[in-house]
C-alpha cells in the first residue's frame, strides 16, 4: 500500500488549502483514513478520520469548525479541506490506512493505522 498525501504549502494566516491523499496499491476495499500533523518540536497529533463508508469518525477539537474530510472512493482519494487556517496549523500532515475500514482501534491512535504516508508539508505565516 502507498500513501502520497499533497497539496501542502505556504499560505497566509485565514487562508484556505485542500490536501489530497491517494491511495494505491491497497488490496482491502476502501479502508478508513485519518489525518494527522506533527508541528516543529512537537508530538504527531490527530486531526480527523473517515470511514470507509464516508462516516466522520472523529476529529479535534482545534480543528472543528474549520477542517473538514471527505473521500472519492472512486478515485481513491481522500481530501482534508482546511479552512480559517492560523499560524497554530502548520504542521507536516499524514494521513494513514485502517485497513479494516472502521478505525476499530479508535481513530485518534497512530496504532489504528496500517500504513502511513510520507506528509506534506503546510507552512501558515501572518
Known amino acids: 500500500v502507498q500513501l502520497q498525501a499533497s497539496g501542502g504549502g505556504l499560505v497566509q494566516t485565514g487562508a484556505s488549502l485542500r490536501l489530497s491523499c491517494a491511495v494505491s496499491g491497497s488490496r482491502f476495499s476502501r479502508p478508513a483514513v485519518g489525518w494527522f500533523r506533527q508541528a516543529p518540536g512537537k508530538e504527531r497529533e490527530f486531526v480527523i478520520a473517515i470511514t470507509r463508508t464516508g462516516e466522520v469518525r472523529d476529529q479535534a477539537d482545534s480543528v472543528k ?62
Do not use: H
Not at 482519494?77 to 494513514?96: F, G, I, K, P, R
Not at 500504513?115 to 501558515?124: A, F, R
Open 65 to 126: 469548525g474549520r477542517f473538514t474530510i471527505s473521500r472519492d472512493n472512486t478515485k481513491n482519494m481522500v481530501y482534508l479541506q482546511m479552512n480559517s487556517l492560523n499560524e497554530e496549523d502548520t504542521a507536516v500532515y499524514y494521513c494513514a490506512v485502517d485497513k479494516g475500514g472502521v478505525l476499530g482501534g479508535g481513530a485518534r491512535f497512530p496504532s489504528t493505522y496500517d500504513y502511513w504516508g510520507l506528509g506534506t508539508l503546510v507552512t501558515v505565516s501572518s
